[in-house]
Protein backbone atom coordinates (compact mmCIF):
# COMPACT_ATOMS: atom_id res chain seq x y z
CA UNK A 1 0.00 0.00 0.00
CA UNK A 2 1.34 3.42 -0.98
CA UNK A 3 2.05 5.86 1.55
CA UNK A 4 1.00 10.01 1.20
CA UNK A 5 5.54 10.29 1.31
CA UNK A 6 7.41 11.69 -1.46
CA UNK A 7 10.90 10.57 -1.48
CA UNK A 8 13.85 11.96 -3.91
CA UNK A 9 16.04 9.32 -5.27
CA UNK A 10 18.98 11.02 -5.91
CA UNK A 11 21.27 9.01 -8.07
CA UNK A 12 25.29 9.24 -7.93
CA UNK A 13 26.46 6.13 -10.25
CA UNK A 14 28.72 3.43 -8.61
CA UNK A 15 27.78 -0.47 -9.08
CA UNK A 16 24.46 0.01 -8.98
CA UNK A 17 23.83 1.73 -11.82
CA UNK A 18 26.55 -0.28 -14.04
CA UNK A 19 26.81 -1.73 -17.49
CA UNK A 20 29.56 -3.60 -18.97
CA UNK A 21 31.77 -1.73 -21.19
CA UNK A 22 33.76 -3.21 -24.59
CA UNK A 23 36.67 -3.37 -22.81
CA UNK A 24 35.15 -5.91 -20.24
CA UNK A 25 34.63 -3.82 -17.46
CA UNK A 26 31.94 -2.32 -15.25
CA UNK A 27 31.04 1.47 -15.30
CA UNK A 28 28.37 3.93 -14.29
CA UNK A 29 25.71 4.26 -17.24
CA UNK A 30 22.40 3.41 -15.70
CA UNK A 31 19.72 6.33 -15.17
CA UNK A 32 18.00 7.12 -12.29
CA UNK A 33 14.81 6.49 -13.86
CA UNK A 34 16.07 3.51 -15.04
CA UNK A 35 16.91 2.18 -11.34
CA UNK A 36 13.56 2.83 -10.47
CA UNK A 37 11.95 1.00 -13.47
CA UNK A 38 14.05 -2.52 -12.33
CA UNK A 39 12.63 -1.91 -9.44
CA UNK A 40 8.46 -1.83 -10.06
CA UNK A 41 7.10 -2.52 -6.07
CA UNK A 42 8.80 0.56 -5.58
CA UNK A 43 5.98 2.45 -6.74
CA UNK A 44 3.57 0.72 -4.23
CA UNK A 45 5.63 2.45 -1.42
CA UNK A 46 5.53 6.33 -2.23
CA UNK A 47 5.61 8.93 -4.53
CA UNK A 48 9.33 8.85 -6.00
CA UNK A 49 10.97 11.63 -8.08
CA UNK A 50 14.83 11.00 -9.12
CA UNK A 51 17.47 13.03 -9.78
CA UNK A 52 20.72 12.31 -11.76
CA UNK A 53 23.08 13.76 -9.88
CA UNK A 54 26.15 11.93 -10.90
CA UNK A 55 27.39 9.02 -12.90
CA UNK A 56 30.28 8.17 -11.36
CA UNK A 57 32.55 5.55 -9.95
CA UNK A 58 32.98 6.17 -6.35
CA UNK A 59 36.07 5.82 -6.35
CA UNK A 60 36.01 9.54 -8.00
CA UNK A 61 33.62 10.72 -5.12
CA UNK A 62 35.20 12.90 -2.88
CA UNK A 63 34.37 16.82 -1.21
CA UNK A 64 33.15 18.28 -4.14
CA UNK A 65 30.08 15.71 -4.92
CA UNK A 66 29.45 15.79 -1.00
CA UNK A 67 29.19 19.33 -1.55
CA UNK A 68 26.68 19.41 -4.38
CA UNK A 69 24.58 16.46 -2.62
CA UNK A 70 23.90 18.44 0.13
CA UNK A 71 23.14 21.35 -1.07
CA UNK A 72 20.41 18.95 -3.21
CA UNK A 73 19.35 17.48 -0.18
CA UNK A 74 18.70 21.10 1.36
CA UNK A 75 17.31 22.92 -1.79
CA UNK A 76 14.57 20.15 -1.60
CA UNK A 77 13.96 19.61 1.86
CA UNK A 78 10.79 21.07 2.48
CA UNK A 79 9.55 19.04 -0.79
CA UNK A 80 10.13 15.89 0.55
CA UNK A 81 10.01 13.66 2.68
CA UNK A 82 13.18 11.91 2.84
CA UNK A 83 15.97 11.40 0.49
CA UNK A 84 17.95 8.05 -0.66
CA UNK A 85 21.09 8.22 -2.47
CA UNK A 86 22.51 5.61 -4.92
CA UNK A 87 26.09 5.45 -4.39
CA UNK A 88 29.25 3.23 -5.36
CA UNK A 89 30.41 0.96 -2.51
CA UNK A 90 33.85 1.78 -2.16
CA UNK A 91 33.65 5.26 -0.96
CA UNK A 92 30.32 5.05 0.40
CA UNK A 93 31.35 5.22 4.32
CA UNK A 94 33.32 8.03 3.43
CA UNK A 95 30.07 9.85 1.70
CA UNK A 96 28.08 8.78 4.68
CA UNK A 97 30.40 10.09 7.11
CA UNK A 98 30.18 13.46 5.23
CA UNK A 99 26.66 13.93 4.93
CA UNK A 100 26.41 12.92 8.94
CA UNK A 101 28.35 16.08 9.46
CA UNK A 102 27.09 17.88 6.79
CA UNK A 103 23.51 17.34 7.42
CA UNK A 104 22.85 17.38 11.40
CA UNK A 105 19.86 17.33 13.00
CA UNK A 106 17.88 15.78 10.41
CA UNK A 107 14.37 14.59 11.66
CA UNK A 108 13.94 13.37 7.81
CA UNK A 109 16.37 10.29 6.69
CA UNK A 110 18.79 10.51 3.99
CA UNK A 111 19.46 7.20 3.00
CA UNK A 112 22.46 5.35 1.14
CA UNK A 113 22.69 2.22 -0.66
CA UNK A 114 24.40 0.93 -3.21
CA UNK A 115 25.20 -2.98 -4.12
CA UNK A 116 28.13 -5.08 -4.79
CA UNK A 117 26.42 -6.47 -8.37
CA UNK A 118 25.13 -4.14 -11.25
CA UNK A 119 21.27 -3.99 -10.88
CA UNK A 120 21.86 -4.66 -14.71
CA UNK A 121 21.69 -8.42 -13.68
CA UNK A 122 18.29 -9.71 -12.38
CA UNK A 123 19.23 -11.93 -9.32
CA UNK A 124 21.47 -9.49 -7.34
CA UNK A 125 21.61 -7.33 -3.98
CA UNK A 126 20.70 -4.52 -5.99
CA UNK A 127 17.22 -4.63 -6.33
CA UNK A 128 16.47 -5.68 -2.79
CA UNK A 129 19.32 -3.10 -0.72
CA UNK A 130 17.30 -0.11 -2.94
CA UNK A 131 13.75 -1.62 -2.29
CA UNK A 132 14.41 -1.59 1.35
CA UNK A 133 16.07 1.81 1.21
CA UNK A 134 12.92 3.12 0.78
CA UNK A 135 11.05 1.11 3.09
CA UNK A 136 13.20 2.69 5.40
CA UNK A 137 13.06 6.01 3.79
CA UNK A 138 9.11 6.01 4.06
CA UNK A 139 9.52 4.41 8.27
CA UNK A 140 8.33 6.44 10.87
CA UNK A 141 10.95 5.45 12.89
CA UNK A 142 13.54 6.72 10.13
CA UNK A 143 15.89 9.94 10.85
CA UNK A 144 18.63 11.17 9.99
CA UNK A 145 21.69 9.96 7.54
CA UNK A 146 21.44 6.59 7.33
CA UNK A 147 23.26 3.17 5.02
CA UNK A 148 21.08 0.80 4.20
CA UNK A 149 23.07 -2.38 2.32
CA UNK A 150 22.15 -6.33 3.12
CA UNK A 151 19.08 -5.99 5.37
CA UNK A 152 21.40 -3.91 7.55
CA UNK A 153 20.48 -0.05 8.70
CA UNK A 154 23.83 1.55 9.73
CA UNK A 155 24.33 4.99 11.29
CA UNK A 156 26.49 6.73 8.69
CA UNK A 157 29.08 7.51 11.01
CA UNK A 158 29.40 4.53 11.95
CA UNK A 159 29.48 2.39 8.95
CA UNK A 160 32.81 0.43 7.41
CA UNK A 161 33.41 -1.51 4.01
CA UNK A 162 34.78 -4.69 5.54
CA UNK A 163 34.46 -6.82 2.61
CA UNK A 164 35.00 -6.26 -1.13
CA UNK A 165 32.67 -8.95 -2.58
CA UNK A 166 30.70 -10.56 -0.11
CA UNK A 167 26.53 -8.63 0.01
CA UNK A 168 27.40 -8.51 3.49
CA UNK A 169 29.63 -5.73 2.44
CA UNK A 170 29.05 -3.17 5.30
CA UNK A 171 29.30 -3.57 8.92
CA UNK A 172 28.19 -1.19 12.40
CA UNK A 173 31.47 -0.84 14.18
CA UNK A 174 31.32 -1.00 17.75
CA UNK A 175 28.06 0.33 17.81
CA UNK A 176 24.72 -0.78 17.12
CA UNK A 177 23.11 -1.20 14.07
CA UNK A 178 20.21 1.38 14.22
CA UNK A 179 18.06 -1.61 12.87
CA UNK A 180 17.21 -4.35 10.74
CA UNK A 181 15.21 -6.35 7.80
CA UNK A 182 13.35 -9.36 8.80
CA UNK A 183 12.18 -10.39 5.10
CA UNK A 184 10.90 -7.10 4.64
CA UNK A 185 9.87 -6.23 8.08
CA UNK A 186 11.81 -3.23 9.32
CA UNK A 187 12.85 -4.04 12.93
CA UNK A 188 13.82 -0.94 14.52
CA UNK A 189 16.39 -1.22 17.12
CA UNK A 190 17.61 2.64 18.11
CA UNK A 191 14.47 5.23 19.03
CA UNK A 192 14.04 7.68 17.06
CA UNK A 193 15.71 10.70 18.85
CA UNK A 194 14.44 14.18 19.24
CA UNK A 195 16.26 16.74 17.48
CA UNK A 196 16.86 20.32 17.22
CA UNK A 197 16.12 21.74 13.59
CA UNK A 198 18.19 20.52 10.59
CA UNK A 199 21.92 22.45 10.38
CA UNK A 200 23.34 22.41 6.91
CA UNK A 201 26.71 22.72 6.35
CA UNK A 202 28.89 23.22 2.96
CA UNK A 203 31.66 24.27 3.75
CA UNK A 204 34.91 21.55 3.61
CA UNK A 205 38.72 21.81 3.63
CA UNK A 206 39.97 18.90 2.00
CA UNK A 207 43.71 19.36 3.37
CA UNK A 208 43.68 16.66 5.18
CA UNK A 209 46.56 13.74 4.82
CA UNK A 210 46.31 10.48 6.33
CA UNK A 211 49.52 8.32 7.11
CA UNK A 212 49.68 4.61 8.07
CA UNK A 213 52.63 4.32 9.80
CA UNK A 214 54.88 0.73 9.23
CA UNK A 215 57.65 -0.23 11.31
CA UNK A 216 60.86 1.49 10.43
CA UNK A 217 59.10 4.36 8.48
CA UNK A 218 60.90 7.55 7.91
CA UNK A 219 60.43 10.80 10.19
CA UNK A 220 61.10 12.70 7.49
CA UNK A 221 57.73 12.36 5.73
CA UNK A 222 56.21 14.54 7.95
CA UNK A 223 58.22 17.91 7.56
CA UNK A 224 57.44 17.38 3.45
CA UNK A 225 53.42 17.68 4.25
CA UNK A 226 53.72 21.34 6.00
CA UNK A 227 53.60 22.90 2.96
CA UNK A 228 50.31 21.14 1.66
CA UNK A 229 48.22 20.16 4.38
CA UNK A 230 46.18 21.72 7.52
CA UNK A 231 46.04 18.23 9.71
CA UNK A 232 47.30 15.03 9.96
CA UNK A 233 45.91 11.47 11.04
CA UNK A 234 48.16 8.82 11.71
CA UNK A 235 47.35 5.19 11.85
CA UNK A 236 49.12 3.85 14.77
CA UNK A 237 49.44 0.45 16.17
CA UNK A 238 47.37 -0.83 18.52
CA UNK A 239 46.02 1.50 21.00
CA UNK A 240 48.44 4.40 19.97
CA UNK A 241 52.05 6.06 20.18
CA UNK A 242 54.75 6.86 18.24
CA UNK A 243 57.79 4.52 17.59
CA UNK A 244 60.76 5.94 19.88
CA UNK A 245 58.62 7.77 22.18
CA UNK A 246 58.86 11.31 22.94
CA UNK A 247 62.91 10.91 22.51
CA UNK A 248 62.20 9.67 18.63
CA UNK A 249 62.74 10.83 15.53
CA UNK A 250 58.79 10.82 14.81
CA UNK A 251 58.16 12.59 18.07
CA UNK A 252 60.52 15.44 16.92
CA UNK A 253 58.81 15.61 13.29
CA UNK A 254 55.30 15.99 14.99
CA UNK A 255 56.44 18.52 17.69
CA UNK A 256 57.47 20.60 14.64
CA UNK A 257 54.39 20.02 12.82
CA UNK A 258 52.32 21.39 15.57
CA UNK A 259 54.43 24.36 16.17
CA UNK A 260 53.61 25.48 12.56
CA UNK A 261 50.14 25.42 13.90
CA UNK A 262 48.91 22.46 12.11
CA UNK A 263 46.65 19.24 13.89
CA UNK A 264 47.50 15.90 14.29
CA UNK A 265 44.81 13.06 15.41
CA UNK A 266 45.68 9.44 16.62
CA UNK A 267 43.83 6.58 15.41
CA UNK A 268 44.27 3.01 15.55
CA UNK A 269 45.07 0.16 12.81
CA UNK A 270 43.00 -2.30 14.65
CA UNK A 271 39.35 -2.12 13.56
CA UNK A 272 37.61 -3.02 16.67
CA UNK A 273 37.83 -0.98 19.93
CA UNK A 274 39.20 2.60 19.03
CA UNK A 275 42.66 4.04 20.69
CA UNK A 276 43.33 5.23 24.11
CA UNK A 277 46.78 7.02 23.69
CA UNK A 278 47.32 7.48 27.79
CA UNK A 279 48.05 3.85 28.31
CA UNK A 280 51.62 3.43 27.35
CA UNK A 281 54.62 5.94 27.39
CA UNK A 282 55.25 6.25 23.60
CA UNK A 283 51.80 7.56 23.18
CA UNK A 284 51.18 9.43 27.16
CA UNK A 285 53.67 12.41 26.08
CA UNK A 286 52.28 12.78 22.52
CA UNK A 287 49.00 14.40 23.76
CA UNK A 288 50.75 16.60 25.59
CA UNK A 289 51.08 18.48 22.14
CA UNK A 290 49.81 21.38 21.68
CA UNK A 291 47.12 20.74 18.84
CA UNK A 292 47.10 16.91 19.10
CA UNK A 293 43.97 14.84 19.79
CA UNK A 294 43.04 11.35 19.35
CA UNK A 295 40.03 9.92 17.80
CA UNK A 296 38.93 7.21 20.44
CA UNK A 297 37.11 4.79 18.53
CA UNK A 298 35.60 6.67 15.74
CA UNK A 299 35.92 5.02 12.15
CA UNK A 300 38.82 6.33 10.14
CA UNK A 301 36.42 7.32 7.52
CA UNK A 302 34.78 9.44 9.87
CA UNK A 303 37.87 11.14 11.12
CA UNK A 304 39.23 12.41 7.75
CA UNK A 305 36.25 13.68 6.88
CA UNK A 306 35.15 15.24 10.01
CA UNK A 307 38.71 17.12 9.84
CA UNK A 308 37.45 18.56 6.64
CA UNK A 309 34.48 19.40 7.97
CA UNK A 310 35.80 21.17 11.38
CA UNK A 311 38.72 22.67 8.75
CA UNK A 312 35.85 24.15 6.51
CA UNK A 313 34.19 26.35 9.82
CA UNK A 314 37.01 27.74 11.26
CA UNK A 315 40.54 28.98 11.19
CA UNK A 316 41.16 28.65 14.54
CA UNK A 317 42.99 25.54 15.46
CA UNK A 318 41.52 25.68 18.90
CA UNK A 319 38.02 26.10 17.68
CA UNK A 320 38.99 23.56 14.79
CA UNK A 321 39.61 21.21 17.75
CA UNK A 322 36.42 21.86 19.99
CA UNK A 323 34.79 21.16 16.64
CA UNK A 324 36.00 17.81 15.90
CA UNK A 325 36.06 16.59 19.62
CA UNK A 326 32.38 17.57 20.12
CA UNK A 327 30.45 13.77 19.16
CA UNK A 328 28.14 14.69 16.05
CA UNK A 329 25.58 11.29 15.40
CA UNK A 330 27.16 9.07 17.68
CA UNK A 331 30.25 9.19 15.93
CA UNK A 332 32.70 8.80 19.04
CA UNK A 333 31.55 6.93 22.30
Keep these: ?9 IATGGTIASRPTEQGGLAPAITSEELLNCVPELADLCHIDALQLFNLDSTS ?12 VRDNYESYDGFVVAHGTDTMAYTAAALSYMIQNSAKPVVLTGSQKSIYNRDTDARNNLYRAFVYAVSPDAWGVQLVFDSKVILGTRARKTRTRSFNAFSSI ?5 AAFRDLRLVPFLRRPEMPPVQFYERLDPNVFV ?20 ALVIESFGVGGLPGGERGEMFSALQHWCR ?3 LAVFTT ?4 EGCDMAVYEVGRA ?3 LPGVMEAGDMMPEAVAVKLMWALGQSADREKVMELFETPVQWDVE
Design 174 to 178: DYPET
Design 61 to 72: MGPAQWQAIVRT
Design 211 to 230: LRLTPGMRADIIPLLIPYYR
Design 1 to 9: MQTEKKILL
Design 286 to 288: VLE
Design 269 to 272: QVPH
Design 260 to 262: SGR
